[in-house]
């Protein structure tokens, strides 16, 4: 089947979502003369409905034809322009007054078996002229009659050039409604005892608001230093709303939002002066990344979240503990700890509050970083040999074992693309992965010069803190630091600043927490030479400092924190650490 424009038949309940009227099926024919039924949905969905979805199959035309089939629908349109409205009982049901569907040109028709109102008919125009109609059968069966396609808002004609009121018309307001009977609703409560004339007009076509676009019916609207949408409150309204709004230039749209589900039930209900006080009260579309003090005043007063622990205590103490949407700096001279503080994170995370870590080593192999995790856990070298390492290959299979469902890795295969990476991320993301190491930010650029590593890395760091806030995702990232230009080298314990790290601006731009390591490889005591200085560069957060020692055990294979080694050392066993944790978890 050829998809093509067809005959507007109803408007009638979607087969996908949950709106009652808001697909339109329309009739077809195919290249081979048969005719079928296909939809589409202008309230949630926004999706063309196949003829399948429908249960409608291709059948033969019938003898009537396509020619004779418009004809009877021009001699149909004569015949209800000529309808009386002189009874209008089934708009008083809804408390609407007859001079307001009068003047909107609404007809009705009568049941030969109960003598009762059982259909209306609303008016389609173009040029200000009638040229077809909507049909409604009571309760809500919608089909068509005439030439329904591109044409003006319903009531439109009456505000235009030429119009009834286009020289009674307020000029700088105009509502505008998602269904007929709305609008009759809306014009009854905003003019009835009124001097003068605020117009009123409708979507011709239920929820879609695609109508607007047209060149007319934009000129038509945008004349109005208003716009005021009256739209269904309910969520497809409100996206039809904000779907309108995005038309229009300088805030000249604006939304209303009352009680009832619609115009006509604020009418019916009795609701005018709510009405009224809507409309005056009616804001332009607020953009969802503004937010006001009502907005977020609840959530201001609770005291701020207390995270999951570090394998360092007296890093928890200070920041409160490890949070989602956060991304923390770590950086070091090459051989002096950097790794050893990504393995005791990852096994913490995983052992301690079981989160199933990503982890992004762009300089070793996963194979090599799944041995070292595993020999955190089972307090061996597993990437030494098994005799030099002191274990078996039982042991080292039972420790990796372990490890299934807690640890995922990337392996880049030499390919080092920060977009790639932070794709990797956020489909990790979709799966619950939640906290990430990436090592070493310096990999991303190492074959660039200075000036496009600091272009690459201010984007990458950019992209990864908005990508932390938006899925509430935390980063671990490694850097290497540039040499000290004066005092103690860092391989001899200096101190590492944030603004050596390589591409430091973006670093410290886009970074919640900086912390450098700092160890003496040179020196000759082994204890002192082992124990690596931990400080707090920053903290965007809070404002905190903190700073402390954690010890290489190459007994145990942990690097867990102790006392400054010059004043006698004395570490945390890992007890101290579960306990620890256990206020934080």
Known sequence: MVKQDGRFIENTACVRCSSSDGMSVYEKEDDEGGVYQDGYCWASCQEYIPPSELGYETSKPQQSGKVEDEEVGLKDVKKIKEISTYDSRGIKERKIKKVYAEMYGMKVSYSEDTGEIDTHYYPTTKANSVTGYFVRTLPKKFSAVGDVKNTQLQGQHLFDKGGLFENRVNSKFIIVTEGYLDMLAGAQMMNEGSKYITPVVSLPNGANTKCITTDENFAFLNKFENIILAFDQDEPGLKNAKAVAKIFTGGKVKIMGFAEKDPADMCFAGKVDEFRKAFWKAAPN??????????IFEKALQSPEKGLSFPWPEATRATGGLRRGE?????AAPKIGKTEHQHQMVKHMTEVHDVCVGVMSLEENPVK???????????????????????????LSDAMDGLRGKIEFYSSDGVRDSDEILETVRYWASKGIWFFIVDPLTALVAEHTSGEANDILNAFMSKAASMAMELQITFFMYSHVNPAKAGIPHDQGGDVLSSQWTGSRAMEKWAHYGWGIQRDRTEKDPLIRNTARVTMLFDREFGEYCEYYAYYNKETNDWLECADPKEGGGGYSEQDVMKDAELFS
């Open 369 to 395: 970083t799944l041995k070292k995790v595993a020999g955190k856990y089972a307090g061996k070298q597993f990437t030494k040999p098994p005799e030099e390492g002191g274990y078996s290959v039982e042991q």
């Open 327 to 331: 991304v923390h700096i770590v950086g």
């Open 286 to 295: 607020k953009p969802s990344q503004i937010v006001t003090v009502d907005d």
